[in-house]
T-cell receptor
Framework: NAGVTQTPKFQVLKTGQSMTLQCAQDMNHEYMSWYRQDPGMGLRLIHYSVGAGITDQGEVPNGYNVSRSTTEDFPLRLLSAAPSQTSVYFC????????????FGAGTRLSVL | KQEVTQIPAALSVPEGENLVLNCSFTDSAIYNLQWFRQDPGKGLTSLLLIQSSQREQTSGRLNASLDKSSGRSTLYIAASQPGDSATYLCAVSGSARQLTFGSGTQLTVLP
């Protein structure tokens, strides 16, 4: 059972480039979310999804897009990367929004130059 | 807006000591509270989840308490071991079930 899988583990981008961070879970969880973690600031919610076809914004959504076409996958797209988006990104899933014991992926470390 | 604070930011203790990590939150209207462990370069692992109607949860050497009225939670670690060294994060879930995290306490247990 792989749990929550994030790819890539590391990425370096130049300002203005776009890219997609991948997240997949094999636990048939309804709820998935993306966080960013910056030094001294804890994790902040970017976007979340309560099921296929449904997404919503979190605390810091600007500069990011998401879609949820399947239960398993929840990709995060950076439209035009900025140095302020240098961070560690975590994807998480939980069985339902109510049962929100969340399972986290190992993270993607992104640097924007 | 919910705010979660964890004090201290870092803590160093000798092996075998019992210790308490603190978490405070500003809005007492929470759905539940979770404690997570994060090892360097790794994701988060859920340790304990306390529903808003509960006062405490226990798992092995870990005990977490919740006092909603005062906006506080503590994580008690008994007989600490070097393997307990990690960053411990507290997160609260509000009515929309979204998690708000504290910035964590970095724990070092010295052999």
């Amino acid at each position: 059972n792989a749990g929550v899988t994030q790819t890539p583990k590391f990425q370096v981008l130049k300002t203005g480039q776009s890219m997609t961070l991948q997240c997949a879970q094999d636990m048939n969880h309804e709820y998935m979310s993306w966080y960013r973690q910056d030094p001294g600031m804890g994790l902040r919610l970017i976007h979340y999804s309560v099921g296929a076809g449904i997404t919503d914004q979190g605390e810091v959504p600007n500069g990011y897009n998401v879609s949820r076409s399947t239960t398993e996958d929840f990709p995060l797209r950076l439209l035009s990367a900025a140095p302020s988006q240098t961070s560690v990104y975590f994807c998480a899933s939980s069985p339902t929004l109510a049962k929100n014991i969340q399972y986290f992926g190992a993270g993607t470390r992104l640097s924007v130059l | 807006k919910q705010e979660v604070t964890q004090i201290p930011a870092a803590l160093s203790v000798p092996e075998g000591e019992n210790l308490v990590l603190n978490c405070s939150f500003t809005d007492s209207a929470i759905y539940n509270l979770q404690w997570f462990r994060q090892d360097p370069g790794k994701g988060l692992t859920s340790l304990l989840l306390i529903q808003s109607s509960q006062r405490e949860q226990t798992s092995g050497r870990l005990n977490a308490s919740l006092d909603k009225s005062s906006g506080r939670s503590t994580l008690y670690i008994a007989a600490s071991q070097p393997g307990d060294s990690a960053t411990y994060l507290c997160a609260v879930s509000g009515s929309a079930r979204q998690l708000t995290f504290g910035s964590g306490t970095q724990l070092t247990v010295l052999p």
